[in-house]
């Protein structure tokens, strides 16, 4: 079964960076599509950032255009989010999902296995 465990998250000042890590379980990591999402309390969960089984594909939400940078390493059954320039609004619980279609990185729906997330908090 596919697992996947995020990691790297914690408290940061204003302006200042964290990079996540989601290790996942299974052999077919280099065929899945990868995305990022987050939640703030009392908010719905919103897309941040996807790649495609290449990496060769990239997407974000505009709030994190120029900021944020999401990777993959398909050896290490590992995608980064790269986090720069963080803000008080970044401040929420961050998960990485994945789904195995070609395509539809910033569609919540189709991703089928969640992490469960790891908190970032962001002070002013």
């Known amino acids: 079964q596919v697992q996947l465990v995020e990691s790297g998250g914690g408290l940061v000042q204003a302006g200042g960076s964290l990079r996540l890590s989601c290790v996942a379980s299974?052999?077919?990591?280099?065929?899945?599509?990868m995305g990022w999402f987050r939640q703030a309390p009392g908010k719905d969960r919103e897309f941040v950032a996807g790649?495609?089984?290449?990496?060769?594909?990239?997407f974000y939400a505009d709030s994190v255009k120029g900021r944020f940078a999401i990777s993959r390493d398909n050896a290490k059954n590992t995608v980064y989010l790269q986090m720069n320039s963080l803000k008080p609004v970044d401040t929420a619980v961050y998960s990485c999902?994945?789904?195995?279609?070609?395509?539809?990185?910033?569609?919540?729906?189709?991703?089928?296995?969640w992490g469960q997330g790891t908190q970032v908090t962001v002070s002013s």
């Open positions: 999902a994945s789904h195995s279609r070609v395509g539809g990185e910033t569609i919540p729906t189709l991703y089928s296995v």
């Open positions: 299974g052999r077919t990591f280099s065929s899945w599509t």
């Open positions: 790649i495609s089984w290449s990496g060769r594909s990239t």
